[in-house]
């Protein structure tokens, strides 16, 4: 079935940094690629999303780039700030079944 | 945007009851509900996919006589845990599909259950 890898699955930057955290996934068929920011006890946010047919998107300072061929995906985040700290999932579905596998996720923690 | 409402928020109970936990989509009709479980610190674990009006499609290695899944409506779907154990407690969460979009694209979630079985 999907597999979806997740990177770092901790990250520390100083404030007004960037971050990166980068995505593999397994199925060639998946066509969509979400990004999700999860603070404890919360349901997750959808922050910024991708299709298969876009290379990169950006809103603001948040920003994904997709690499249909090495199958792989990032969530890059500039000028961060503390309130960025939380966690983050990466996921992907395909039009078939919907469903989304999501990524083992990144503690980001961002320093003052 | 669209709500989706999960109730309860958090639940204790003892071990060897049942818990039923509600997920309704309020401004949408939704005909695909997923179910999710979330252990402290891991990723969000697909479940079960609950289509309204037949059965759940359930993932490799859950349960579905343990887990079960009812979506009688285009509005509501019920995750109800049976004989609950401690190794059972955990963050359950539904999430629903709106219609009218790309049949895999934004998705909603409820606010999650917090499980706890004593």
């Known amino acids: 079935g999907e597999n979806v890898e997740q990177h770092p699955s901790t990250l520390s930057v100083q404030e007004g940094d960037s971050a990166v955290i980068k995505c593999t996934y397994s199925?060639?068929?998946?066509?969509?690629f979400p990004w999700y920011k999860q603070e404890l006890g919360k349901r997750p946010q959808l922050i910024i999303d991708i299709r298969s047919n876009v290379g990169e998107k950006k809103d603001q300072r948040i920003a994904v780039t997709l690499n249909k061929t090495a199958k792989h995906f990032s969530l890059h985040i500039t000028e961060t700030q503390p309130e960025d700290s939380a966690v983050y999932f990466c996921?992907?579905?395909?039009?078939?079944?919907?469903?989304?596998?999501f990524g083992q996720g990144t503690e980001l923690s961002v320093k003052p | 945007g669209a709500v989706v409402s999960q109730h309860p928020s958090w639940v204790i109970c003892k071990s060897g009851t049942s818990v039923k936990i509600e997920c309704r989509s309020l401004?949408?009709?939704?005909?695909?509900m997923f179910w999710y479980r979330q252990f402290p610190k891991q990723s969000l674990m697909l479940m079960a996919t609950s289509n309204e009006g037949s059965k759940a499609t359930y993932e490799q290695g859950v349960e579905k006589d343990k887990f079960l899944i009812n979506h009688a409506s285009l509005t509501l779907s019920t995750l109800t845990v049976t004989s609950a154990h401690p190794e059972d407690s955990s963050f359950y969460i539904c999430s629903a599909r709106k219609p009218g979009v790309r049949l895999n694209e934004k998705l909603f979630f409820g606010s999650g259950t917090q499980l706890s079985v004593l």
């Open positions: 199925d060639s068929a998946s066509n969509y």
């Open positions: 996921a992907s579905s395909y039009n078939q079944g919907g469903k989304l596998i």
């Open positions: 401004d949408f009709q939704a005909t695909t």
